[in-house]
């Protein structure tokens, strides 16, 4: 009997460690403070109710990690779990990081292998005069969870980094997308540069002459045997997870580059007839994702940064503003700037954008 396409879609999830659950949980219970306190807490009995694989599946991890971000006693707790979790707890990224020849090395291999560590991840870098720009790029359709993996992430390079490479790594700004959080003061402590809210994206600049910085315990032997550890988990993960999800990812991560049907099936390592195909099978179409993406990162930036309309247009990938418009309308029933005007919950009449 033929399985629904949700059923296919769960069947096959992207996952991430599942000793970052057991981070989360310590570091918990050392916010309640006492043996008393954290037997009786509901969010720690949550975490504390799922063994711990060496993977988690991503809807998991999502549920357990977005009722972690939104307890309001736990404001900030992912960028100590960033600063928390150590190189080698990110599995064999971590023991290569640790091998590597500089920081442009420990850097590249993020940018290859951060699907490893957590569902829906990329890191992104890329040289701009003497800076250099580090992208967190997300996508695992929670808005909640891709804020607390970007938290993470700022507290992990901006604690973890330094220790690895055995200096200070300065960073000159930071930008988030999400809105300022009650603990925005608390980014500015761990970054030790100005952050701002609301951006168009996550970035963090850092002087480019850092790149050359030798890593104290490099070891090239080793790690030619770590990176082909890498290669085969990524082989695992990209078995595990659903055509859709991987094209999902994949649009989501080249919308500002107007990602095509060619440019998808090539970094798939398949023709566009079998792209065609294998969606087909899934009960799915490229366009039809691509018009999803668009449509979430869309309401994304609306409602929760400040970014310009022509600003998200250029984001998502459209020719000009007019473009952007029509299409959203098309989609949402109203313009842009109607839609991120309206009052909460209302349908009133629509607005020029």
């Not at 695992?140 to 992990?156: I, L």
């Amino acid at each position: 009997m033929k399985r629904d396409k949700t059923s296919q879609e769960n069947a096959r999830q992207a996952s991430g460690y599942g000793i970052y659950l057991l981070y989360a949980q310590e570091l918990l219970r050392e916010q309640l403070g006492g043996a008393e306190a954290a037997a009786n807490d509901a969010t720690l009995a949550e975490l504390q109710s799922v063994p711990v694989s060496r993977r988690l599946s991503a809807p998991t991890m999502m549920r357990l990690f977005v009722r972690l971000f939104r307890d309001p006693r736990c404001a900030g707790i992912f960028l100590r779990l960033g600063e928390r979790v150590p190189a080698l707890a990110h599995g064999c990224l971590g023991a290569a990081a640790m091998a590597s020849r500089d920081l442009r090395q420990v850097l590249e291999l993020l940018e290859r292998y951060a699907p490893i560590l957590l569902p829906g991840l990329r890191i992104h870098t890329e040289l701009r005069g003497d800076e250099l720009i580090v992208q967190v790029q997300t996508a695992s359709g929670h808005a909640d969870f891709d804020a607390a993996m970007v938290e993470a992430t700022v507290g992990n390079l901006s604690r973890q980094l330094p220790k690895m490479i055995g200096c200070a790594l300065p960073l000159r700004r930071v930008q988030l997308m999400r809105p300022p959080p009650a603990h925005a003061a608390m980014f500015e402590q761990y970054a030790g540069c100005p952050v701002s809210f609301g951006a168009v994206s996550n970035q963090l600049v850092f002087p480019a002459s850092l790149l050359s910085t030798p890593v104290p315990s490099a070891d090239p032997v080793n790690l030619r045997l770590l990176l082909d550890q890498c290669d085969e988990e990524m082989a695992r993960l990209r078995e595990q997870t659903s055509l859709g999800n991987r094209v999902r990812e994949l649009i989501a991560f080249h919308l500002k580059d107007e990602p095509s049907l060619e440019r998808i099936a090539r970094a798939l390592h398949q023709s566009e007839r079998t792209l065609r195909r294998r969606l087909r099978e899934e009960g799915l179409s490229f366009r039809e994702l691509l018009n999803q993406v668009r449509r979430d990162k869309a309401l994304y930036y609306l409602e929760h940064t400040q970014a310009r309309i022509g600003e998200i247009a250029s984001e998502l990938g459209y020719r000009d503003i007019a473009c952007f418009r029509h299409a959203f309308k098309d989609l949402m029933g109203r313009s842009p700037r109607a839609w991120r005007e309206r009052p909460d919950g209302a349908t009133g009449e629509d607005a020029s954008a």
